[in-house]
């Protein structure tokens, strides 16, 4: 079982920036998964929002954060990081992210297999 936990969401103002960690809970190593970020806003459905493959050569994004997010992954913290820049309104989502066995991960959920609870992000204006 792979245990995922996100930390880093919080309340800001739009332009701001916020960076989302996802790491593995206790003995969980996610250095071999795929990872991959989604969100879900109020009333939404949960939507990818970026993903890197296990040796961070390959990442995706989806069009609404091109430009303005970035994934990364440190294999020495055993962690994926989101760093969102320029922060708008319709940003605001609960923020999962989740790992993959496969060699590239898509954009679709079927791709992943573990996911974390979530962390919440609200961007006010």
């Known amino acids: 079982q792979v245990e995922l936990v996100e930390s880093g969401g919080g309340s800001v103002q739009a332009g701001a920036s916020l960076k989302l960690s996802c790491t593995g809970s206790?003995?969980?190593?996610?250095?071999?998964?795929?990872i991959g970020w989604f969100r879900q806003a109020p009333g939404k459905d949960r939507e990818f929002v970026a993903s890197i493959n296990w040796s961070a050569i390959t990442a995706s994004y989806a069009e609404s954060v091109k430009g303005r997010f970035g994934i990364s992954r440190e294999h020495g913290r055993n962690a994926v990081y989101l760093q969102m820049n320029d922060l708008k309104t319709e940003d605001t989502a609960i923020y999962y992210c989740?790992?993959?066995?496969?060699?590239?991960?898509?954009?679709?959920?079927?791709?992943?297999?573990?996911w974390g609870q979530g962390t919440a992000v609200t961007v006010s204006s």
């Open positions: 206790g003995r969980t190593l996610i250095n071999s998964y795929g």
């Open positions: 989740a790992a993959s066995p496969e060699v590239v991960p898509s954009s679709g959920e079927h791709d992943y297999k573990f």
